[in-house]
Nanobody
Framework: QVQFVESGGGLVQPGGSLRLACAAS????????MGWFRQVPGKQRELVAS???????NYDESVKGRFTISRDKARNIVYLQMNNLRPEDTAVYYC????????WGQGTQVTVSS
């Protein structure tokens, strides 16, 4: 089984930036399509950014142009650079394989508020 540890969240003002990191317990980042998901209370978890094995990036329309996904295959870490944050980006952020095949980590809370 794979475990994910997400970090980097926090409280930020609108327009601010955060960089999230997700460390996997096994060497899977370089083999699979990985994604960042987010969830707010009462709603389903949604995919906001993904990166394929060929390094193609895909983004939800709500974050396109503001978020950037990347990965360090040697260190087995997936990153999410979030710029120009908005209050509606407030959520718990998780990473997983794109098909959500593995168990979820604890996530990292991102709060965008003035």
């Amino acid at each position: 089984q794979v475990q994910f540890v997400e970090s980097g969240g926090g409280l930020v003002q609108p327009g601010g930036s955060l960089r999230l990191a997700c460390a996997a317990s096994r060497s899977i980042v370089k083999f699979y399509e990985m994604g960042w998901f987010r969830q707010v209370p009462g709603k389903q978890r949604e995919l906001v950014a993904s990166i394929t094995w060929s390094e193609t990036e895909n983004y939800d329309e709500s974050v396109k142009g503001r978020f950037t996904i990347s990965r360090d295959k040697a260190r087995n870490i997936v990153y999410l650079q979030m710029n120009n944050l908005r209050p509606e980006d407030t959520a718990v952020y998780y990473c997983n394989r794109n098909d959500q095949a593995f168990s979820w980590g604890q996530g990292t809370q991102v709060t965008v508020s003035s």
